[in-house]
């Protein structure tokens, strides 16, 4: 059992301990169901969608950068912040991100939603935890609609997230 899923399952029994009262069991239920839920999302940050993989940081973002380049995508950057880390005398796990986009897709984005080109070009980020696990990580469109508080362009939205989830897929894969 990992630290974080030893501290939800505490945590986990100390609100069973506190609403042990049957008119409490609902609410106990509903934040036991929450906090279980949160076990399984690894390492998930609000708005991102989060892929283990099954490949060391530098394999997983080699392989991303050559799928998304054969798409058509073009790569504005590939920043390794913990070469960056080491230059300023820091240590960081393995941590790349990668920049990239094509004016054909991130166009009807801003379109849709102008304010959203802060969010563009997409971003991916590959980085090992502290258990020596691998993920891939990148904001989940659906969090951006929201975030930009865009009502319209589902379609627009649905096709970078399955070209999205392709690519992170893809690149997590053995």
Not at 2 to 31: C, D, P, W
Not at 40 to 52: K, S, W
Not at 58 to 76: H, N, P, R, Y
């Amino acid at each position: 059992m990992t630290e974080r899923q030893t501290v939800l399952q505490t945590k986990i029994t100390q609100l069973n301990n506190i609403f042990s009262a049957k008119s409490g069991r609902l609410l106990a239920v509903v934040l036991i169901s929450a906090l279980m839920g949160g076990m399984n999302a690894a390492h998930a940050q609000d708005g991102m969608t989060v892929v283990p993989s099954s490949s060391d940081v530098a394999t997983t973002m080699d392989k991303l950068e050559s799928i998304v380049k054969s798409k058509g995508m073009t790569v504005m950057a590939r920043v390794d912040h913990s070469a960056n880390a080491e230059k300023a005398g820091m240590s960081l796990r393995p941590t790349q991100l990668l920049i990239f986009g094509n004016p054909k897709v991130g166009t009807p984005l801003m379109l849709c939603s102008q304010s959203i080109a802060i969010d563009l070009p997409q971003k991916m980020l590959v980085w090992q935890a502290e258990d020596g696990k691998v993920y891939l990580g990148y904001n989940d469109p659906a969090y951006l609609k929201a975030r930009h508080a865009t009502t319209e362009c589902d379609a627009v939205f649905e096709k970078v997230s399955g070209a999205l989830g392709n690519f992170a897929k893809a690149a997590a894969a053995p």
